[in-house]
């Protein structure tokens, strides 16, 4: 059951994503957590800074709450999703990505990202999923 719950918060959270994507050709950053039931909620943050909040203000108070969680044995897990540049280690020109954070209560964390790019014809097309070293530190308790 937890590695299908673990689906779901990357389907979720990519599908919302790409959903921004479409509409607004942007997202702030967002995220969602697995409750200790398995319940996948979906989780927004707003720092107070009006319409168009610095994107890392959005991330860190969306790590603070998902701390608060953690920190009160409410979550298993959660994730922060953000619209990121990708660097490439070869050198090539970096791209833009879905990056996917994630915490766990019973594991290490982990990073995914979605390379994408706009095409020519206004839709976006959408590279490999990839897995990475994870980043994001949530404390439980």
Same mark, same amino acid.
């Given at each position: 059951? !937890?590695?299908?719950?673990?689906?779901?918060?990357?389907?979720?959270?990519?599908?919302?994503?790409?959903?921004?994507?479409?509409?607004?050709? +942007?997202?702030?950053?967002?995220?969602?957590?697995?409750?200790?039931?398995?319940?996948?909620?979906?989780?927004?943050?707003?720092?107070?800074?009006?319409?168009?909040?610095?994107?890392?203000?959005?991330? +860190?108070?969306?790590?603070?709450?998902?701390?608060?969680?953690?920190?009160?044995?409410?979550?298993?897990?959660?994730?922060?999703?953000?619209?990121?540049?990708? %660097?490439?280690?070869?050198?090539?020109?970096?791209?833009?990505?879905?990056?996917? %954070?994630?915490?766990?209560?019973?594991?290490?964390?982990?990073?995914?990202?979605?390379? !994408? +790019?706009?095409?020519?014809?206004?839709? !976006?097309? !959408?590279?490999?999923?990839?897995?990475?070293?994870?980043?994001?530190?949530?404390?439980?308790?």
């Amino acid at each position: 059951m !937890y590695e299908e719950t673990l689906i779901e918060q990357v389907n979720l959270a990519i599908g919302f994503a790409q959903q921004m994507l479409r509409d607004n050709d +942007e997202f702030f950053p967002f995220g969602n957590v697995a409750r200790m039931d398995g319940t996948v909620d979906v989780v927004a943050a707003d720092p107070g800074e009006g319409e168009n909040p610095d994107p890392n203000k959005v991330f +860190e108070f969306l790590v603070t709450v998902f701390r608060e969680g953690a920190t009160k044995g409410e979550i298993r897990s959660c994730v922060v999703c953000s619209n990121v540049t990708l %660097r490439n280690s070869d050198g090539s020109s970096p791209s833009d990505a879905i990056a996917l %954070r994630f915490a766990l209560r019973d594991g290490e964390p982990f990073d995914l990202a979605l390379p !994408y +790019e706009k095409g020519k014809s206004g839709q !976006y097309e !959408y590279g490999e999923l990839t897995r990475m070293e994870g980043t994001l530190d949530v404390k439980w308790k």
